[in-house]
């Protein structure tokens, strides 16, 4: 098994057990259709929802490495999964806008971190895995691609739904259960990248494999 990925696989592991504890204590305090996770980050267990975000972010890094090393992922592929992996961290850092008080920078860069990273993984699991790049196919990739077009239809679908909602005047926040919708979205797009952690785990590094279509011109030249 690929080192990166083992390590990814157990960063990222850890960092979905400890968000989702955080949810299974919180159930009785917090509304799941309209609490989004990121609410975690504001309690006196803030530091914990931190440390999780943080972890998953470390585990994608380490996935996208081993992807990157087995020439697995290509440029943009590469690129996507990185700006996952820098949106979380933006996301783990700085809190949420604590709407008791008002607005503030953390909180807009929080929720940039969280759209970059939102739209990433999506276009990242489909570029990565999409079936007829690959001569060998594995349920993995299977996976990873299933996943990935349904986190692309779970971003079209909220998109649709915030314009409808700005037709009819109303705030985006409002016209759907954001925390549901949020928790749908972030079960989806976790669940693509394990199975691009596990695709990349269990692929062997081969340096005289040759280079992808996607690779760079000088790359395919020498």
């Not at 081993?66 to 697995?72: N, P, Q, T």
């Not at 409002?174 to 949020?182: A, D, F, I, N, S």
């Amino acid at each position: 098994m690929h080192q990166p990925a083992r390590w990814g696989l157990g960063a990222a592991g850890a960092g979905v057990a400890v968000i989702l504890g955080l949810e299974l204590s919180s159930l009785d305090e917090m509304n799941p259709l309209r609490r989004t996770i990121s609410e975690h980050g504001l309690g006196p267990d803030g530091w914990l929802f931190g440390l999780g975000v943080g972890l998953l972010a470390a585990g994608s890094v380490a996935i996208g490495v081993s992807l990157a090393r087995k020439r697995l992922a290509g440029i943009f592929g590469t690129l996507a999964l990185m700006g996952w992996s820098v949106g979380l961290f933006l996301t783990a850092w700085f809190e949420k806008h604590d709407w008791s008080v008002g607005p503030s920078t953390s909180g807009s860069i929080h929720r940039v971190g969280s759209f970059v990273a939102f739209l990433c993984l999506p276009l990242a699991a489909v570029v990565i895995a999409r079936p007829w790049r690959h001569r060998e196919r594995s349920r993995a990739t299977l996976l990873a691609f299933g996943f990935g077009i349904c986190s692309v239809l779970w971003v079209v679908g909220i998109g649709a739904v915030m314009l409808v909602g700005a037709g009819n005047g109303l705030p985006w926040y409002r016209v759907m259960p954001l925390g549901l919708v949020e928790r749908g979205l972030a079960v989806t797009e976790v669940a693509a990248l394990l199975a691009l952690g596990v695709w990349a785990a269990a692929r062997r590094l081969n340096v005289a494999e040759p280079a992808r279509e996607d690779a760079p011109a000088e790359q395919l030249a020498g």
